[in-house]
């Protein structure tokens, strides 16, 4: 298949897994594109369209994903719409799947504060007809010189969160892309 491997990393815990993901799919045998997406991202990179199979990531930050991420999505819909890739009651498009994750230290009500960022991040997808096939949660430890974030790495409803993710959380990415890829 054609993979397409989408993430936004502003403290590089995303990425760990956005590589991990590409890792695996790459050993199962498939065609990988991993893209991050920055600021001045050049919105016709990302092709959806051209793709069997879409992961989308990114960290959480005030219970959504980061303002680039949202600002790219606002714009790829527009895109679409205008193109008339996205119609209205979204048809379903044959052999279109994605799986949409995030990482969050969800220190304040667990993965309540980060179920939204999987969530917005499929919707542009499913407005495409993907079908998303399902949402990952990993933890992730807040990556900051500022002790008022770094208290929650231990302080938080998610226990001890520090250097997550892990080798364990990579190996478990390893299994769920083997799982869900391979036919
Ligand atoms: C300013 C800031 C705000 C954050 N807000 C949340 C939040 O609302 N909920 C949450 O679960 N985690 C929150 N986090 C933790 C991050 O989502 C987590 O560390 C994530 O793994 C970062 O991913 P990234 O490095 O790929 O961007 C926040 C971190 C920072 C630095």
């Known amino acids: 298949m054609k993979v397409l491997n989408v993430y936004l990393s502003l403290t590089g815990n995303t990425k760990k ?91 304040h009500t667990g993965i309540n504060e980060a179920t939204s960022v999987p969530k917005f991040l499929g919707q542009l997808l499913d407005h495409l007809g993907f079908e998303i096939i399902t949402e990952w949660f990993f933890e992730g430890q807040f990556n900051s010189k500022d002790s008022f974030y770094t208290q929650f790495n231990t302080k938080g409803r998610m226990g001890d969160i520090t250097g997550r993710p892990n080798e364990d959380d990579l190996i478990r990415v390893d299994n769920m892309v083997k799982g869900i890829l391979q036919v």
């Open 17 to 107: 897994i956005a590589l991990q993901i590409e890792k695996a799919a790459k050993a199962n045998g498939h065609d990988v594109d991993t893209i991050e997406v920055t600021k001045d991202i050049d919105k016709d990179t990302l092709n959806f369209l051209s793709y069997d199979f879409v992961f989308v990531g990114s960290g959480v930050y005030l219970w959504l994903p980061p303002q680039d991420m949202i600002d790219l999505w606002k714009s790829l819909q527009m895109k679409y719409v205008k193109s008339g890739d996205i119609k209205s009651y979204a048809p379903r498009r044959i052999n279109k799947k994605a799986v949409t994750y995030c990482t969050y230290a969800g220190p």
